[in-house]
Every structure is written in C-alpha cells, then in structure tokens.
C-alpha cells in the first residue's frame, strides 16, 4: 500500500537550520531524517516528516531555485501535506538575495496565493515587531550582523527586504492582529488577501505569538522561517488526528574514536569557542591566502593532525579572526574567500574520514553543507532537540558518520569540547 503523504516537507537553505528543524520534530515524536540532494525515495520511507538541507543560503537567485526546485523533487516522491521553507532567524539575505526568488518557486508550485515569513527566534533573542528584526535590545542592522562578511543586516524592515526580492505584493502580520482568536486572525489573513498580498512578514516576539502563529498557518501548503515556529506543528497535528503517539527517538548508535572540529564561520562565538577549545585540544589555523599560496601546507597539517588525533579531539579553522577574514576578502572577494575555505575544508574531511575519523563537529551553515557534500552523505537520523546547535546527526548505512551541525553565532563557550567528549565503545 503507497504511503501517506509526509505531514511536513522541509526545505532547508542550509545544514544547521534543517538540523535544528528536524531534532524539533524528533523531539515531539515524529519519525524524522535529514536528507541532502543526494537523496533517494528510499531514504523516505516510514516518515513523518523528511527536510532537505540545501547549501543555498547564500547562492545566487537562480542557483538557489534550481537547488529548491531538486528538493521539491525528493519531497514529491512521498508527498507531503506542507512544505515549510527554513531560513535563518536573522533572515540572511541582501537586496539580491534568494529568499524572494525561492519562495516564488515554492509558491507557484505550490499554487500558493498567500503564505507567511516568521523568522523570530525568541528563545535567542532573535524577534520581529512591526516588521522589523531585532537581535536582543538592538535592530538587527545596529548589531554585529550589520558586519556579516557575506549577508549584512542593514536594513531591518523585513517587508522592505523581503520586497526588494518579488515581484509580488508583501504586507505584514502585526502583533496585535496575533491576540485575537482564530477567526479573527484568519480575517487579518483575509483582508491581506484582498488588498493584494501574497506574502506577509509575521511580528513574533514571544513564544506565545509564535504559537498563535502557527495555529493559524499549520493548514497552509507552505510557509516559511524559523523552525520556532514550526514546533508547534506536532501538537495541532495530534489534536486533528494527523499524528499518532509520539514514537521513541531512533537510537542513534555512539561510535568511537576521536572527533575532528572544522570551522568555517567567521562568528565571533565560533572563535571564541575555538579559543577556549584550544586550551586543551589542539587547533590548526589556517590561513588562507598563505593556503591558496602554499597547498603543501594542508598537507603537512594533515600529517600532523593523524598523528595528533592518537591522543584525542583536535580542530582546524580556517581564518578563523576577523583580521583574516578580511585580508581574504580582499585578496579574493567575499564569495571567493568562502568558496576557497569551504574546499579546503572539504578536502579536510575527505582526508581525516578516509584516515578513520568518523565523529565531526562542524562550525557554521556554509561550513556544514561543503562538508557533508564533500563526503557525499545522503540520510541522515537524528537526535532530539535539546536546544540550538545541540543535535546529532549520524549518517544511515553500513559505514555510519556522527555529526554536531554547530550554528556559527549560537552555543555555550564550552559547546565545542562538549560535542567531541568521548562517545565510549560503538555499538
């Protein structure tokens, strides 16, 4: 007998977010994986939901519509009742950014007239009011994102953002427009509608208003945000008898041996986790313009790195300093610079799995994508949600890899020595 249609079908423009959004559906019970690209319909087989992480965040328009559009492929092989677009709660984007671009794909496909963008991410401070971001206390384009080497924040009226990228009329959920009940939030949604709007920003600056937001979107074919909002899907499932009992997580198996940090995010909390992983591990820094200029020295870092990694966890990060991620910029442009880095990190992995390593923790989305694309993984399982930047994530098949997708702004100061501690014997 076919299989139902997947009650979500999550399209992720990186490898971090599509993590959080599936250890937020594992952690409610929901039979669920993270797939890349190189998915099969195999690989979708008794879920509940499946996201399709995508190294698109920060691609070109066209680029990122041929990726979201190899995506929808792998979702249309079960169906699925919603597709939810994941994005960053920073909403990283730039005039010509692809979060438009994509979202039109989606919702012509879809035959979508009306959806949402609810970014906010309240549990870290990351909120929407009047249509304008804020990061904590600050406007987004007051805070250190304003300084993002790739997607700077300048501008934090989402509706003006969002607007520069569609040709389609965008208009705004407002705060109020959430307190009321349901009916009269769907009569906000009605008379947007009627105006003209085809995408709304969503102000969400509690978990409460995330929460009368998704009670009002969860019957829609698609929206888009934050998997915040999106964590609130499994309860209203349950109660129209969509879902069953929750299931037990999968028991994703604990393998041995050291694992190997690599780190690609320029945030100042990956170099400060960085820093203080190094008082006890050891860390390469690569330089990049010296490692563009001198490709032997990967090589001998790599000799050094197997005979470290006999003795435990070691890390490599590639210009890791602001200092650095400028000089590269300038010698080799911003997409440059971060289309170099994530090749050597690639080339990294390559090196370190073929060598035996089988546990990595990777810092940043774009980071993240380049790697798992580097070792061709497919599907993976993962663990419940414990908070952001905490999931594993182990690879299905005979040969398994564990990963910790490590988001480049979020974590503890010590996250980084957690997510290598010593796993025991594997199963």
């Given at each position: 007998?076919?299989?139902?249609?997947?009650?979500?079908?999550?399209?992720?423009?990186?490898?971090?977010?599509?993590?959080?959004?599936?250890?937020?559906?594992?952690?409610?019970?929901?039979?669920?994986?993270?797939l890349?690209?190189?998915?099969?319909?195999?690989?979708?087989?008794?879920?509940?939901?499946?996201?399709?992480?995508?190294?698109?965040?920060?691609?070109?328009?066209?680029?990122?519509?041929?990726?979201?559009?190899k995506a929808?492929?792998?979702?249309?092989?079960?169906?699925?009742?919603?597709?939810?677009f994941?994005?960053?709660?920073?909403?990283?984007?730039?005039?010509?950014?692809?979060?438009?671009?994509?979202?039109?794909?989606?919702?012509?496909?879809?035959?979508?007239?009306?959806t949402?963008?609810?970014?906010?991410?309240?549990?870290?401070?990351?909120?929407?009011?009047?249509?304008?971001?804020?990061?904590?206390?600050?406007?987004?384009?007051?805070?250190?994102?304003?300084?993002?080497?790739?997607?700077?924040?300048?501008?934090?009226?989402?509706?003006?953002?969002?607007?520069?990228?569609?040709r389609?009329?965008?208009?705004?959920?407002?705060?109020?427009?959430?307190?009321?009940?349901?009916?009269?939030?769907?009569?906000?949604?009605?008379n947007?509608?009627?105006?003209?709007?085809?995408?709304?920003?969503?102000?969400?600056?509690?978990?409460?208003?995330?929460?009368r937001?998704?009670?009002?979107?969860?019957?829609?074919?698609?929206?888009?945000?934050?998997?915040?909002?999106?964590?609130?899907?499994?309860?209203?499932?349950?109660?129209?008898?969509?879902?069953?009992?929750?299931?037990?997580?999968?028991?994703?198996?604990?393998?041995?041996?050291p694992?190997?940090?690599?780190?690609?995010?320029?945030?100042?909390?990956?170099?400060?986790?960085?820093?203080?992983?190094?008082?006890?591990?050891?860390?390469?820094?690569?330089?990049?313009?010296?490692?563009?200029?001198?490709?032997?020295?990967?090589?001998?870092?790599?000799?050094?790195?197997?005979?470290?990694?006999?003795?435990?966890?070691?890390?490599?990060?590639?210009?890791?300093?602001?200092?650095?991620v400028?000089?590269a910029?300038?010698?080799?442009?911003?997409?440059?610079?971060?289309?170099?880095?994530?090749?050597?990190?690639?080339?990294?992995?390559?090196?370190?799995?073929?060598?035996?390593?089988?546990?990595?923790?990777?810092?940043?989305?774009e980071?993240?994508?380049a790697?798992?694309?580097?070792?061709?993984?497919?599907?993976?399982?993962i663990?419940?949600y414990?908070?952001?930047?905490?999931?594993?994530?182990?690879?299905?098949?005979?040969?398994?890899?564990?990963?910790?997708?490590?988001?480049?702004?979020?974590?503890?100061?010590?996250?980084?020595?957690?997510?290598?501690?010593?796993?025991?014997?594997?199963?």
């Amino acid at each position: 007998m076919d299989e139902q249609p997947l009650l979500l079908g999550g399209v992720s423009d990186d490898f971090t977010g599509g993590l959080e959004l599936a250890s937020m559906m594992a952690r409610d019970g929901l039979r669920t994986r993270l797939l890349t690209r190189l998915a099969k319909p195999a690989d979708l087989r008794d879920l509940d939901v499946a996201v399709v992480a995508l190294k698109s965040r920060v691609a070109p328009a066209a680029k990122a519509v041929r990726d979201f559009a190899k995506a929808m492929e792998i979702i249309a092989s079960r169906g699925a009742r919603q597709v939810f677009f994941k994005y960053c709660a920073t909403f990283d984007s730039t005039p010509r950014g692809n979060i438009g671009p994509c979202a039109d794909y989606l919702a012509d496909r879809l035959g979508a007239d009306f959806t949402g963008f609810c970014p906010a991410f309240p549990d870290v401070e990351r909120k929407v009011y009047r249509g304008h971001l804020f990061w904590a206390d600050q406007l987004i384009s007051d805070s250190p994102k304003r300084l993002d080497p790739l997607t700077p924040m300048r501008d934090p009226n989402l509706v003006r953002v969002l607007q520069a990228q569609t040709r389609h009329k965008v208009g705004l959920i407002r705060h109020e427009e959430l307190q009321g009940e349901l009916s009269a939030r769907h009569a906000a949604v009605a008379n947007l509608r009627s105006a003209g709007v085809r995408y709304a920003i969503c102000d969400a600056i509690s978990n409460d208003d995330l929460k009368r937001m998704a009670e009002l979107c969860v019957d829609w074919p698609l929206m888009t945000g934050g998997s915040s909002v999106a964590e609130y899907y499994p309860g209203l499932w349950r109660a129209r008898g969509l879902a069953g009992a929750p299931k037990p997580p999968v028991d994703l198996r604990p393998l041995a041996g050291p694992a190997v940090v690599l780190a690609g995010s320029c945030a100042e909390q990956t170099a400060a986790q960085i820093a203080h992983f190094g008082k006890s591990h050891p860390v390469h820094a690569i330089d990049l313009p010296e490692a563009v200029a001198k490709p032997d020295l990967i090589d001998r870092a790599l000799d050094q790195a197997r005979r470290q990694l006999a003795q435990g966890s070691i890390a490599f990060a590639v210009s890791a300093s602001p200092e650095a991620v400028i000089a590269a910029q300038k010698r080799f442009g911003r997409q440059g610079a971060a289309r170099r880095a994530e090749q050597i990190l690639g080339r990294l992995a390559r090196a370190l799995h073929a060598h035996g390593v089988r546990r990595f923790v990777i810092a940043g989305g774009e980071t993240s994508g380049a790697v798992l694309e580097a070792l061709e993984v497919r599907a993976m399982d993962i663990s419940p949600y414990l908070g952001p930047g905490t999931a594993r994530a182990v690879t299905c098949g005979a040969d398994p890899i564990s990963f910790h997708l490590k988001p480049g702004k979020l974590g503890s100061m010590d996250m980084l020595d957690q997510a290598t501690a010593d796993q025991g014997k594997a199963a």
